[in-house]
């Protein structure tokens, strides 16, 4: 049974900080991965997608990377803003069944 | 391009009763879930649909909750009757086609569900 878990659960950090959230996932075997963003009270909002074929993707100042092997993703976000609070989830497909994580909240201290 | 609508955005009811959410996918997509997600938590998948058809409704309570997408549009979550633990957000999201697995999944701004 293919499971996600998200660490840290939470996350505090001084603006203008580069920051690493992790994704970690218990079956191999996945189609792809996709990295979410939730603001308190909203829906979710697609970041990035990354293929099991790829090994990272990057919009703007969002870099996510997908490790396989070792059953991990990270998303990288760099040069980080106030207005990068919020909390963020992944997701993987496996055998045709979406799984998210529980997601790490984000705080970025002006 | 129009993103996924739902309705209505916040509901509070008394348990025991009914209650009903509307989501209309993004238009051309083939598939249309239904998530579940608790406070604190990720998003829980309670039904899937393809067209109007059921691929997976693994995780959805039978006893209590029911949905259908008539047409193969829009589709409709319905809680009867509703209990405490129901409290939650009501998540509806879109993609093309799963058969392409590689699909994106596309979400609607949830629905908020306090039963008291």
């Known amino acids: 049974k293919q499971e996600v878990t998200q660490i840290p659960a939470a996350l505090s950090v001084p603006e203008g900080e580069n920051l690493v959230l992790n994704c970690s996932f218990t079956d191999s075997a996945i189609y792809n991965l996709q990295w979410f963003r939730q603001d308190p009270g909203k829906g979710l909002t697609s970041l990035l997608l990354i293929q099991s074929s790829q090994r990272e993707q990057t919009s703007g100042r969002l870099n996510a990377s997908l490790d396989k092997s070792s059953g991990r993703s990270t998303l990288y976000i760099a040069a980080s803003q106030p207005g990068d609070s919020a909390t963020y989830l992944c997701?993987?497909?496996?055998?045709?069944?979406?799984?998210f994580g529980p997601g790490t909240s984000l705080s970025v201290i002006p | 391009e129009a993103g996924v609508a739902q309705s209505p955005r916040y509901k509070i009811i008394e348990k025991r009763q009914s209650v009903a959410f509307w989501c209309n996918p993004i238009?051309?997509?083939?598939?249309l879930y239904w998530y579940q997600q608790i406070l604190g938590q990720g998003p829980k998948l309670l039904i899937q649909?393809?067209?109007?058809?059921?691929?997976?409704d693994s995780q959805l309570p039978k006893d209590r909750f029911s949905a259908e997408r008539l047409k193969g549009v829009d589709s409709t979550l319905k809680i009867q009757p509703a209990k405490l633990e129901d409290s939650a957000m009501y998540l509806c999201?879109?993609?093309?086609?799963?058969?392409?697995?590689?699909?994106?999944?596309?979400f609607g701004p949830g629905t908020r569900l306090t039963v008291t």
């Open positions: 649909f393809q067209n109007n058809g059921v691929v997976d």
């Open positions: 997701a993987v497909t496996s055998y045709d069944k979406v799984i």
């Open positions: 999201a879109s993609s093309l086609d799963p058969g392409q697995v590689l699909s994106e999944q596309y």
């Open positions: 238009s051309g997509h083939a598939t």
